[in-house]
T-cell receptor, first 114, second 109 residues
Framework: NAGVTQTPKFQVLKTGQSMTLQCAQDMNHEYMSWYRQDPGMGLRLIHYSVGAGITDQGEVPNGYNVSRSTTEDFPLRLLSAAPSQTSVYFC?????????????FGPGTRLLVL | DQQVKQNSPSLSVQEGRISILNCDYT??????FLWYKKYPAEGPTFLISISSIKDKNEDGRFTVFLNKSAKHLSLHIVPSQPGDSAVYFC????????FGKGTRLHILP
């Protein structure tokens, strides 16, 4: 199993450009999430999905779109990049046992918006 | 408003001693709590968790304590080892997982 994979590893964008951060998992997990990590801010939840076709907003959803057409993939779209979106982005997939959720993270995508 | 708080940005502990990392939360709907460890340039990895129906969970050198009335949990690492130097995130779950800001742990030789 590859686990959770994220592409690209690193990306530089100009303000106003759009791009999609890819996330895929091969563990057949129902739950997937996107977080951003900024210095001194920890991990903040952007969007999450509890299954194919279902998405919801997290703590900091503005400026980002997501979709979940398959169980395996959960892409994160930046429609018009802003310098404030410079961050490290982590995708996670997880499964539930009752109320206990076990979460697996990808290696991250480092994004720089100029 | 921050729902999961880790008020110590960093902590230094001598190798072999006990490391205690603290976490407070505000949302009484949280019923599952987790600790993650993160090395630079890697994704976080799950360390240990505790359900709200318990007050202690132990896994080897790692023990998590939960005090629901105080809305406080702590992670104890004993004995601390050099490989424990990392950033530790506390997280809590209601219908999604929310993280604290993290505490950077330095294990001193």
């Amino acid at each position: 199993n590859a686990g959770v994979t994220q592409t690209p590893k690193f990306q530089v964008l100009k303000t106003g450009q759009s791009m999609t951060l890819q996330c895929a998992q091969d563990m057949n997990h129902e739950y997937m999430s996107w977080y951003r990590q900024d210095p001194g801010m920890g991990l903040r939840l952007i969007h999450y999905s509890v299954g194919a076709g279902i998405t919801d907003q997290g703590e900091v959803p503005n400026g980002y779109n997501v979709s979940r057409s398959t169980t395996e993939d959960f892409p994160l779209r930046l429609l018009s990049a802003a310098p404030s979106q410079t961050s490290v982005y982590f995708c996670a997939s997880s499964y539930l046992q009752g109320r206990q959720e076990t979460q697996y993270f990808g290696p991250g995508t480092r994004l720089l918006v100029l | 408003d921050q729902q999961v708080k880790q008020n110590s940005p960093s902590l230094s502990v001598q190798e072999g001693r006990i490391s205690i990392l603290n976490c407070d939360y505000t949302n009484s709907m949280f019923d599952y709590f987790l600790w993650y460890k993160k090395y630079p340039a890697e994704g976080p990895t799950f360390l240990i968790s505790i359900s709200s129906i318990k007050d202690k969970n132990e896994d080897g050198r790692f023990t998590v304590f939960l005090n629901k009335s105080a809305k406080h949990l702590s992670l104890h690492i004993v004995p601390s080892q050099p490989g424990d130097s990392a950033v530790y995130f506390c997280a809590a779950r209601d219908d999604k997982i929310i993280f604290g800001k993290g505490t950077r742990l330095h294990i001193l030789p």
